[in-house]
């Protein structure tokens, strides 16, 4: 599998989300406390969910085998996760495993699924259930929107009914008998803050946003305002304060997910029960729904927006060009102002020497077209200029060769 | 007789990251296809003459077996019609990830990669269209379903290319006649027409949409 480059941000980029984000403004017009659209889909079979959060998509599936328990827990199911980053081609092995170990701890080590009613024959047969969370695009705020489709497909799924009759177990198919949903607990989902510096943070980041931060926070919490994982990277040194702020967000976060989850897969069971209706992804691909076919951007709207012109933005009028110097750093490289600074002496003592030169010549120049009928004074004239000329030159030659980085100075030709 | 598809609905470019996508839709069976390139590759897969193409094949359950053969497939018929020899040493990856399976999942997989390609704007020679029939005692289906295709004693994968109308592409299951064949590539032959024209149209409603 090929992997691409990461996406490289411009340090303007960079510079705008940093200033945007001291004044609570962010790029696509939310708050710094808001979060992106988030829809939910239902596949054909039973836990499978494609989860939009913003232009974030995330899909889930969850399938069952049979197998054997672990030794020390006997009489428990298995919850097997696994994560697929494939899709977004940047990512390293290393972001993979730390997004599906946050789910991971998050889901399993929370125990918000009840294990133990997927066990079969103690200590011979019990359910695995195979989840799968395949990442299809990436926006930033993965860890929240791969346990919303972790937490969706779970509360979606159900397994088939089994009986045991004498150490044989019979699966019995959906029309035999109705398949049984999973005993979930509580709902824990996580969610992602990113700082920037002075401990100014966003909830919900993009990716653009994820990239330049200083660090970043996720917290996994449920309704019941039980904190089930924290972990808090990057470089931003966090007080108390702000991680407990953080952390009462992240509450009333999952009080409107659990709601939401539970809304929408109660939604689609329904749907499921009627006769005729339609399931699975093709109807939202038809109505071209926003969980699966549209990336759009909301508009923003655009206030207090005016022309203001920073100091640095200063409009060159003709008076200010003529005086303004261009350094010539190589054979085809220009600068105007002050770029790579140079705080050589014998660079000052060599444009003196150059200045000096050009004024001199200006001078012979303006009596050139004065004098033009004196022939003979004007040739000796011209000839010390030529001269002159070529001292200028050969200095020019003896500093490049003395100056290591091969600076050069000229009066524009255009603006004499 | 006129040949039956199921319902073909498409929607191109619904994925922010990838540089072509499309989402393609024949009756139940959805397929998600990501175009990224032509971009960098590393020294070792570079090819001085011609760019190099990765197809992957992901299934819905990553415990699943991977399907080499659909890969294989799919990476046959799109050596053939894309231009690789105007990108050398580059790298074009299609992966095509498998949303929902209700029979002719190899069909759909081409066809959205053929959509995908089209969206990213690689240059190909021409278009493909894929259909599948499957073959039982008494007739000859269409574009079947998984149960239809589950009863069914063969099927046969047939893929088109559209500058010739010419087949650059099979493959088979099961027990087939010789006239069962010819039959399955002349209603195959009228099915991809009509691809050929849902490809134009879907193209045409994007980029008025868009504009």
Known sequence: MQRLKPKSIPSCNKNFIFTAVKDDKRIDGRSSKDFRKLSIGFGLDYGS???SLGDTRVMCNITYQIAEPKAVKSCEGLLNIRVDLTASMIHTYEKVVEIMRMIEKNVKDS????????????????????????????????????????????SHFKRPDVSVVEDKIKIHSFDERHPIPLNILHYPFCTSFTFFDNSKFVCDPTQAEEQVCDGYLIVGSN???????????????????????????AIERSKFLTNFVKLVVEQDLKKRSTEGAEIGYAPLIRESSSVLCSYKKEEIELQEVQENYD?????????????????????????????????????DEFQEN???????????????????????????????????????YQEITVEDDLSEEEVQILNPPEFK | MAPKLRDLIITYNNLANPDGSALFCQGNTIVQAYVFGPVDVSNSKERSEKASLFVTFKPKNSYEIRKELYENYIRTVLETIIHLDMHPRTSISVILQEMQDDGCLLSAAVNSACCALLDAGIPMKC???????????????????????????????LTFESSKNGIISVTSEGELTFDNIKEAIKLGCLASKEIYDFYHKSMKKRFLINS
């Open chain 1, 49 to 51: 969910s494609v989860v």
């Open chain 1, 111 to 154: 125990r918000c699924l009840d294990l133990e009613s997927l066990c079969i024959i103690s200590g011979e047969k019990v359910y695995a259930l195979e989840t799968d969370i395949i990442v299809m695009n990436d926006d930033g705020n993965l860890p929240e929107c791969c346990s919303i489709a972790l937490l969706a497909s779970l």
């Open chain 1, 223 to 249: 309704i019941y305002r039980e904190i089930t994982t924290i972990h808090i990277s990057g470089k931003s040194a966090i007080t108390k304060d702000v991680v407990l702020n953080c952390c009462q967000l």
């Open chain 1, 311 to 347: 100091d640095d933005d200063v409009i060159i009028d003709l008076e200010v060009a003529q005086n303004t110097k261009m350094y010539r750093y190589a054979s085809d490289t220009v600068g105007i102002g002050e770029g790579r600074g140079q705080n050589w002496d014998f660079i």
């Open chain 1, 354 to 392: 150059v200045e000096n030169d050009e004024n001199e010549d200006m001078y012979i120049e303006d009596e050139e077209t004065t004098n033009n009928e004196d022939e003979p004074d004007s040739k000796a004239k011209q000839f010390s200029k030529r001269s002159k000329n070529s001292n200028k």
């Open chain 2, 127 to 157: 278009m493909i269209a894929s259909v599948t029939s499957c073959i039982s005692v008494d007739a000859i289906q269409l574009d079947p379903n998984k149960e239809a295709s589950q009863k069914s004693d063969g099927s046969i994968v």
